[in-house]
């Protein structure tokens, strides 16, 4: 079974920098979709960002565009984001997640796998 692994969270301040990576084991295609969602306490889970398989097309959450950046190296089966000018507002649990294509990603519609997070919190 593929499983996706989370990994560079941390506690930063606001105009910090991170990055995230999710690393896929087991069987995935390369052909896979790729995106990161968060989830804030009491709030729902929310879409970040998405990367095509070839890593062309890339979707990004209005608020984080210009500031978040989603990569992937499809060699060594990993995603990154690269998260920078960090606000507390980005403080969550991030998720990596595979699907299909970009857009069912954006609209949760097809998810085959979810990592299992990993915590982000940016002080003020």
């Known amino acids: 079974q593929v499983q996706l692994a989370e990994s560079g969270g941390g506690l930063v301040q606001a105009g910090g920098s991170l990055r995230l990576s999710c690393a896929a084991s087991?069987?995935?295609?390369?052909?896979?979709?790729m995106g990161w969602f968060r989830q804030a306490p009491g709030k729902n889970r929310e879409f970040v960002a998405a990367?095509?398989?070839?890593?062309?097309?890339?979707k990004y959450l209005d608020s984080v565009k210009g500031r978040f950046a989603i990569t992937r190296d499809n060699a060594e089966h990993t995603v990154y984001l690269q998260l920078t000018s960090l606000k507390p507002e980005d403080t969550a649990t991030y998720y990596c997640?595979?699907?299909?294509?970009?857009?069912?990603?954006?609209?949760?519609?097809?998810?085959?796998?979810w990592g299992q997070g990993t915590q982000v919190t940016v002080s003020s």
């Open positions: 997640a595979a699907g299909p294509d970009t857009s069912s990603i954006r609209a949760q519609s097809t998810i085959y796998f």
């Open positions: 990367i095509s398989s070839a890593g062309s097309v890339t």
């Open positions: 087991g069987r995935t295609s390369r052909s896979d979709a």
